[in-house]
């Protein structure tokens, strides 16, 4: 038998041999863009790892069990900074768990029927499309308001804020969160991390690419607090995922322990990152990655692997160097202003 490459290393579960500084690179990619954008990166890492050559259902297992243990590195930065709120995403929790389940369950039937492949890379595709359009809108709004001078407390005329709409809902049991800064139903919270819970053990996400805009836009968190409580949500939700991944066999411990290892360097800087960008600033590039995540995906599902390849890791390291450069700057700004008033 002819012995492997070095930069090749065999998955004793899935049977196949991966390319494993590649893994390394998206752990690490994975892990300063989802420090910064309060997601846990399966936009990059399920597709990432399907190119590479895992099963689809290997690498929504793999890509579930390495969000679990990178998020726990980005969230513990994150409460640092007073960005988590706990009770919140505790209260969501629950009904996080009970959507995994049903939908790691669709994943295993529809491998059982050979359709896997196609409907996850459809679904994923119609999924970032309207986080697209939902995120732009609001950009748009933004400059609008600025362009015509409108304050924040004058919202556009004729708009919805679904968040003080849905916050009229009245049905108990009622919940003050103080760092978020919001009083609502326990069904609003709770419903957003059910459908985000499915979508999680679905598409092997973490639910941080719904789920941080639906805290935004649908619960009236502040965007920084989004982030931090989104990371605390996928932390301990993707524990579950791994867990029931696991018990179906779809899951390459080895590969997530690789991912870990650039992960664990890169959620630091993404997370010290937020610190100098907030707003508008995390929404236009989290807006960025989600076009370019959705056109690799269309090559990917028809046949133009290389290319799918080429396009998601170029476009992620370009982001990765951006949010280091926001990052650097702002540390240096602040240190020449503490060394200003130290004199």
């Avoid at 243990?69 to 009970?98: C, E, Q, W, Y």
């Avoid at 609502?184 to 805009?213: H, Q």
């Avoid at 692997?305 to 990765?320: E, F, Q």
Wanted: contains cysteine; positive net charge.
């Amino acid at each position: 038998m002819e012995a492997s490459a070095w930069y090749m290393m065999y998955m004793p579960i899935s049977g196949i041999e991966i390319f494993w500084p590649g893994l390394v690179l998206i752990g690490f990619a994975v892990g300063v863009i989802g420090g910064f954008f309060g997601m846990g990166g399966a936009w990059l890492v399920t597709p990432g790892l399907n190119i590479l050559g895992f099963p689809m259902a290997f690498a929504i297992g793999t890509d579930i069990a390495h969000i679990a243990g990178k998020s726990m590195i980005a969230t513990i930065r994150h409460a640092k900074f007073g960005n988590v709120d706990v009770p919140l995403g505790l209260a969501m929790l629950i009904f996080t768990m009970l959507g995994i389940e049903i939908g790691a369950r669709i994943v295993i039937y529809l491998e059982a029927i050979g359709l896997v492949g196609p409907v996850v890379r459809w679904v994923y595709v119609g999924f970032l499309a309207c986080i697209f359009l939902m995120v732009l809108t609001d950009i748009l709004k933004k400059r609008r308001r600025e362009r015509e001078k409108i304050g924040e407390e004058d919202k556009l005329k004729g708009g919805i804020d679904w968040a003080s709409t849905l916050h009229k809902i009245r049905i108990p049991p009622m919940m003050h969160f103080e760092m978020a800064g919001i009083y609502c139903s326990l069904w609003l919270p709770g419903l957003v991390g059910f459908v985000t819970g499915i979508l999680a053990g679905f598409l092997g996400i973490g639910g941080g690419m719904l789920r941080m805009p639906a805290l935004i836009y649908l619960v009236g968190c502040p965007t920084h607090v989004a982030v931090g409580t989104d990371l605390f949500e996928v932390m301990v939700s993707g524990l579950y995922g791994a867990f029931t991944y696991t018990l179906k066999g779809r899951i390459e411990l080895i590969a997530v322990v690789v991912m870990l290892c650039g992960a664990a360097v890169g959620a630091q800087i993404g997370t010290v990152a937020t610190k100098y960008s907030r707003g508008m600033g995390i929404r236009f590039w989290f807006m960025v990655c989600i076009v370019v995540c959705m056109i690799s995906i269309i090559f990917k599902q028809y046949g133009l692997t290389l290319i799918a390849g080429i396009l998601i890791l170029a476009v992620v390291a370009l982001v990765c160097a951006i949010i280091m450069g926001i990052m650097f700057k702002g540390a240096a700004v602040e240190l020449r202003e503490k060394k200003a008033a130290g004199k």
